[in-house]
């Protein structure tokens, strides 16, 4: 079954979020550029490597970085239902600012390309994405104000994983659905719907540099994974990629734990909350999954700042609530 097809079954039913197409369209068809992209960058020129600047965390940009945000944007701009975007790659938001989009009813906030220093090394990223309507009146410009909206307003949100092959994972509400790209069409096919997360799994992913820096409760946990005590009798496999959509996913598919504490270098956490961290808590809630800050649900949080940070505990609801037991 196609993307369309199932959107359009699945709304059949619901009737909500009718004017959505539109924005998924154009997801779709910036992912399958970034996704061609990335399978020919080696072999292009100017695709590869460092871009030479930095965004506005201080992080070094990649030339795919910039490729992407400018496929997603074009392609947000182009839709007709998108009013503005905040994108990790740009220091403010974009009000598109025409007649069309300042009657659009959609924001979009997006990583375009998340786990961006595994782009030399032929190592799986991936674009993260997130959906609110706007809260300003139809007929102005988007405002800062339509992009601080806690996660729990988002009407959709997923992500793509640009890895073995290319899938789509989203949900609007109706189920977390998975979708694989077909290279010989260019069509998202649905091929892992109504996806559940299990309800515990034995693998762990954390940035284990970092287990001496960050609270001890931390340390006592991955400890406690790793001991012949633990509700297995045996150790977790550790997993992690340092692509966060690629930790995801297994955790989604298999069982799993993906853990980003605050660390001295990086105090609130080094996740952003508007298009890492809340896209992802809506497509585990949705799953049966848990996503926190390990003391609070990270869909709560009303939003400060565009490119907040917040620490990101994330998967099967048992090894949530089980790492934030070990929290004081
Ligand atoms: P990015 O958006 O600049 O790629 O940063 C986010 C990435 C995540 O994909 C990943 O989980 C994390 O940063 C890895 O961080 P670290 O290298 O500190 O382990
Ligand atoms: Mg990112």
């Not at 069982?255 to 896209?279: F, Q, W």
Request: hydrophobic content about 35%; proline content about 5%.
């Amino acid at each position: 079954m196609t993307f369309h097809d199932l959107f359009a079954s699945k709304q059949k039913n619901s009737g909500s979020n009718q004017n959505l197409w539109p924005v998924l369209k154009a997801i779709t068809e910036a992912s399958v550029q970034v996704s061609d992209d990335l399978n020919r960058a080696a072999l292009l020129d100017n695709f590869l490597g460092a871009q030479g600047g930095k965004n506005v965390q201080g992080e070094e940009q990649q030339k795919l970085d910039v490729i992407a945000d400018v496929a997603f944007i074009n392609a947000f701009k182009n839709c007709g239902a998108v009013t503005g975007i905040g994108s990790e790659e740009n220091e403010d938001f974009l009000a598109f600012d025409t007649e069309k989009s300042n009657n659009a009813p959609y924001v979009v906030l997006f990583d375009p390309l998340d786990g961006s220093s595994n782009i030399d090394v032929n190592v799986s990223v991936g674009t993260i994405f997130s959906i609110y309507e706007r809260t300003s009146a139809l007929g102005s410009p988007a405002c800062l104000k339509d992009m601080l909206q806690p996660g729990n307003k988002q009407v959709a949100a997923g992500y793509v994983l640009y890895g073995t092959s290319t899938m789509l994972v989203i949900s609007w509400g109706a189920g977390v659905q998975g979708l694989t790209l077909d290279p010989s069409s260019n069509e998202f096919t649905l091929s892992h719907p109504d996806m559940k997360m299990p309800e515990k799994g034995r693998l762990y992913s954390m940035n284990e540099g970092n287990i001496k820096v960050c609270e001890s409760g931390i340390a006592d946990y991955i400890s406690y994974c790793q001991s012949d005590d633990n509700d297995y009798n045996g150790p977790y496999s550790g997993r992690y990629i340092g692509s966060l959509v690629a930790d995801f996913h297994r955790s989604l598919i298999k069982g799993g734990i993906y853990i980003y504490p605050d660390v001295p270098s990086a105090p609130k956490g080094r996740l952003r909350l508007l298009y890492e961290c809340n896209p992802l808590a809506y497509i585990a809630e949705h799953a049966g999954g848990l996503a926190t800050t390990g003391r609070k649900r990270i869909l709560d949080i009303e939003p400060e700042a565009l490119h907040e940070r917040a620490p990101f505990f994330i998967g099967s609801k048992n090894m949530v609530e089980k790492a934030m037991s070990f929290l004081s």
